[in-house]
């Protein structure tokens, strides 16, 4: 009898392990969006990469001053990112301590954008802010992004590869001063309605 | 009484099975967050998509861009010029009937973008933006003053060029073979000053 | 066999039928502790407070859900909760405060096979065990609804991305022999062919590592979603890539050549507002079948292609007018297999499995070995068995309950302030509504989302609540500014409710009331009665409460163009009742 309920309660147990192992598996990615992790990644390696590029590399502090407006990010890839978040990376990247170290060395400077310019000089209760607020601003160069995605999906697996631009934009000539990217890829397994 | 030991052993069992079973209830159902994976790797949900595979054109893009750039710094109006000629990317058009427009503006964006750090042509060649883009910008900025941004007016006629090119596909069976046209054209009389084609084979499995 | 012997055995016998109905009681245990462990989830959700929805009282509808919503990320409601909240919210006119909700929910989405792995905990414990995830046809929908928000907030590259995520991949079992489409009981039926064709001429050890029907017997196709390509291609449009804008409109056409006219207008760029209607109540899910195993959509409001019939006018008379087709029945999307995700299906077919198994494994353990009266425990616990899991077998029936009946798509020309918007439903006056306030966009098109009272026959018996109709706004705000009347704060016994600041109080001064008060003294009124006019503010925390006019603490004024905009401003509400002792003293004997 001691037999019979050993085994009946190993039964059990295998039984339980398997309805368990069957939720808690090691689970696959479960999702292809774009992380933070990624957007630090990207910041990073694009700091680096304008900090070290040839035109950045030649200039000096006397140089003729670069003032850089910065645009959100232009999403047309397939995962949805928030004004704030397309707005954060631009941001980030502006004061990323490779690029704030420029700023001096070779002579760069960031303005405010246009945007948030207009909207304090239309703030109701800033009233000391009219016109003469940025009347002085005269951005040289614009620094813009563009993400982009290419997306194939079967039923259970889903992969989506993305490819984020950045460049800045000599606003005079229309010439890009520099250019790069960052891709990668995010591939998730499972249902995408379960 | 006390219990006989399977007995026991079936009680913790239960206690066990149930806590299991609770925790893979209560599991958040949010994603994990994982590694990134190589633009160049192949994944199964790729190999299963009946759509092109994008490695495919990922590579096709470096190819191109690759040899395009060695071709036009080779082209003697833009080899003997003196200082760098300005090129206007202008129209890339897919024709290919296959390749998505998100998809063909991928390879266009990367093409671009290659060209735009290579060597061989940043030395020689100086690529603007277009027109449209630069008025949207000035427009957003408020520096949009005429003559504020350059237009093709302002650049020297000798040595402004107009970058053109098609994409197109040929299928049979289950092999796929895609070119890109490339035509530079001279921006003022639209003579052209170079052609050539960049090819590349991809077999189904 | 002696005596002694006799004895000892006798002592065995009955040592092992305490053991044995030890373990039976052991099982039995097993089955209520897990039942009891299921009792909270097996809840039902809290009811939608669809009467209010019908009525078109979306402020207090969403206050309700915001209310009832769990904040536990595990609990098995926490996106139906989120899914309900956001499509009421922009039904009220709130785009930025559906905004949070939205990104929950396309986290959720966007998170591939979270049931993956709990067919089987759901058929041995309860299908309610599962993570609320929706339907396929409902998640379309809400990844729809997201890229309606992200382009009322004019983020039409958003919109793009959100409308993309709604055109996934689709399976399909495809029609019968008469070239009708599956339902989900010739499914079931095919599934437990294929079963038993299986058992009896396969070899089993190949059959173990093949596929079942449900897994393999359908084809992967496009989504069919015509909606969801129509916001797709407006997009494009709005971000000039009309390439892309095309090819969605080609795959509309193709999908739906009933439509071929509006897609021609939205491609000719003729509009600069776009109006996302919707209508009714969407079908509810019901259980049926042998122990309400299997899972149907019923309609609640009944289909038809009537089209809706829009006028633009302006105080002179109509500028336009034009009959819309239907874009969207839901009642024939959730009928359609592609868009369930059968799940029904294999929970029927696997309960079956699991107690005819464990019936089996139980029986043999115990009669093949054992005297007749283990048997019987062992039989005993076998039924149990088997009660407990034709009793759990039950389909999950929960469903988004606030999802309309029907979509249409309205591309317009609002060329200046001041044109009143008519729409209704051919032949029903009662979802009648004229919306007022819209202004030209700044630059490309603007999109709103207009939900019309839905229940029309029930309550208004083909009438639309006088708000919806009377195309006034009585109350000044900040989407449409001042009207006519002595500038006064709603609070001081007035019509306006825009967001104090230096230019709005300049206004009442100049009509001779606040003389003497201060911006900041203003605001500390506002302050003491508890009302905050900053969204960002009033969405966080408790989310965004309802409108000072109907009563709460809110004075963000919804986007003109909306049902919740036409609600708050097209009827004169009752007085202001303060709270705080300074504003019972401004406003005097008059209150």
């Known amino acids: 009898m001691k037999a019979a309920c050993g085994s009946a309660a190993t039964g059990v147990l295998i039984g339980g392990l398997a309805l368990c192992l069957t939720a808690c598996a090691a689970t696959p990615q479960r999702s292809s969006r774009m992380t933070a992790d990624d957007f630090d990644a990207m910041i990073a390696a694009m700091a680096a990469s304008l900090a070290h590029s040839d035109p950045v590399a030649s200039r000096a502090a006397d140089s003729p001053r670069w003032v850089i407006t910065i645009d959100r990010v232009q ?6 990112m928030t004004d704030a978040e397309q707005w954060a990376i631009m941001a980030r990247l502006r004061g990323a301590a490779p690029i704030r170290a420029l700023w001096d060395q070779k002579n760069i400077r960031f303005v405010i954008r246009a945007e948030r310019v207009e909207k304090i000089r239309r703030d109701p209760d800033l009233y000391a802010f009219d016109d003469s607020f940025g009347a002085e601003r005269r951005p040289t160069h614009q620094m813009s992004a563009t993400f982009r995605s ?6 259970v697996d889903r992969t989506d590869l993305y490819y984020c631009e950045f460049e800045i934009l000599d606003m005079a000539s229309g010439e890009p001063v520099w250019s790069d990217r960052f891709e990668y890829k995010r591939s998730a397994h499972g249902h995408v309605w379960d | 009484m006390r219990a006989s030991p399977p007995c026991r052993l079936s009680f913790f069992c239960c206690i066990a099975i149930s806590g299991l079973l609770l925790a893979g209830c209560n599991r958040p159902p949010i994603g994990e967050r994982s590694g990134r994976l190589d633009p160049y790797d192949t994944t199964g949900g790729e190999v299963g998509s009946l759509r092109v595979l994008p490695v495919a054109l990922t590579e096709f ?3 191109v861009a690759q040899r395009l750039a060695q071709d036009l710094a080779q082209i003697p109006q833009i080899r003997n010029a003196q200082g760098r000629v300005t090129v206007l990317v202008g129209d890339i058009e897919n024709k290919t009937g296959i390749v998505s427009s998100n998809d063909f503006e991928f390879v266009r964006s990367r093409l671009r973008n290659e060209l735009l750090g290579s060597r061989y042509v940043t030395d020689r060649i100086k690529f603007v933006a277009r027109r449209a883009r630069m008025s949207r910008i000035a427009e957003r900025e408020r520096v949009a003053d005429e003559g504020y941004y350059a237009d093709p007016p302002d650049y020297d006629p000798a040595t402004t060029f107009a970058l053109n090119g ?12 895609y070119y890109m046209e490339f035509q530079l054209v001279h921006f003022a009389t639209n003579e052209i000053v170079f052609s050539d084609r960049y090819d590349s084979k991809q077999v189904r499995r | 066999m002696n005596t002694d012997e006799h004895r000892l055995l006798r002592r065995d016998h009955e040592s092992a039928r305490r053991q044995s109905l030890f373990c039976v009681r052991l099982v039995l245990s097993v089955f209520i502790c897990v039942g009891l462990w299921l009792g909270p989830g097996c809840q039902r959700p809290h009811p939608a407070p669809t009467g209010l929805i019908a009525r078109g009282q979306y402020g207090a509808a969403r ?4 209310h009832q919503m769990t904040e536990d990320r595990a609990d098995r409601r926490y996106l139906l909760d989120r899914m309900r909240l956001a499509i009421i919210t922009l039904a009220d006119g709130y785009p930025t405060a559906a905004q949070p909700v939205f990104e929950r929910v396309y986290e959720v989405l966007r998170t591939q096979g979270i049931n993956a792995d709990k067919t089987v905990e759901s058929v041995v414990i309860n299908e309610d065990l599962k993570f609320w995830k929706g339907e396929p046809f ?17 983020h039409w590259d958003n919109a793009r991305a959100a409308a993309g995520n709604a055109l996934f991949n689709l399976r399909d079992f495809g029609d019968n022999e008469q070239g009708e489409r599956l339902d989900v009981e010739a499914i079931v039926r095919r599934a437990m062919i294929y079963e038993q064709a299986r058992a009896h001429g396969e070899d089993p050890d190949a059959a173990l590592h093949q596929e079942d029907y449900l897994n393999t017997g359908y084809a992967v196709r496009e989504s069919n979603f015509t909606l969801g390509y129509l916001m797709a291609a407006l997009a494009n449009q709005q971000l000039g890539r009309q390439t892309e804008a095309d090819d969605n409109y080609a795959v509309v056409v193709q999908i739906n050549p009933y ?3 509006l897609v021609a207008r939205l491609k000719s760029g003729r509009y600069n507002t776009v109006l996302v209607v919707s209508h009714g109540l969407g079908p509810q899910k019901v259980a049926y079948g042998p122990d309400g195993a299997l899972a149907r959509f019923d309609p609640r409001w009944p289909s038809d292609d009537r089209p809706l019939i829009v006028t633009v006018r302006d105080e002179g008379g109509v500028l336009d007018r034009g009959a819309y087709p239907l874009v969207c029945d839901v009642n024939a999307m959730a009928a359609d297999h592609m868009w369930n995700n059968l799940e029904d299906v294999r929970l029927a077919k696997s309960t079956l499995g699991t107690t005819l198994v464990i019936g089996g494994t139980v029986a043999t353990h115990y009669g093949l070995h054992r005297d007749t009266d283990e048997a019987v425990y062992a039989g005993l616990g076998a039924l149990v068995a088997g009660l407990f899991f034709k009793a759990t077998a039950h389909a999950d029936t929960r469903y988004c309950d606030l999802m309309p009946q029907r979509f249409y798509l309205v591309p317009v020309t609002i060329d200046r302030p001041g044109l009143r918007v008519d729409v209704m439903i051919e032949g029903d006056p009662g979802s009648r509504m004229v919306l007022a306030g819209l202004r030209p966009p700044r630059r490309g098109a603007q999109l709103r989302y207009v939900r019309l009272a839905s229940a029309g026959q029930a309550y208004y018996q083909d009438q639309p609540p006088r708000w919806a109709a009377s195309g006034r706004i009585f109350y000044a705000n900040d989407a449409t500014g001042p009207i006519g009347q002595p500038q006064l704060p709603f609070i001081l016994g007035g019509r306006c409710v825009r967001t104090p600041n230096e230019a709005v109080l300049s206004g009442y001064q100049t009509a001779g009331n606040l003389t003497d008060m201060t911006l900041g003294e203003l605001k500390e009124l506002y302050r003491a009665e508890g009302i905050r006019w900053d969204v960002e503010q009033a969405v966080g925390g408790a989310g965004l409460g309802r409108h000072v006019l109907e009563g709460g603490r809110s004075m963000v004024t919804p986007m003109a163009g909306t049902a919740g905009f036409t609600r708050l401003f097209g009827q004169v509400h009752r007085r202001y009742h303060p709270r705080s002792d300074q504003v019972r003293q401004l406003i005097g004997p008059t209150n």
């Open chain 1, 75 to 80: 999403n047309l890839s397939s995962d949805v």
């Open chain 1, 150 to 155: 290419i997306t194939r999906a079967t039923a």
């Open chain 2, 61 to 63: 893009s470096d190819q």
């Open chain 2, 166 to 177: 098609d994409f197109y596909r040929v299928r049979r069976g289950d092999t796929n073979q």
């Open chain 3, 63 to 66: 206050v309700a859900l915001r």
């Open chain 3, 138 to 154: 409902e998640q379309a929908l809400t990844m729809f609804y997201y890229s309606v928000q992200q382009a009322m907030l004019g």
């Open chain 3, 259 to 261: 439509i071929e006219p």
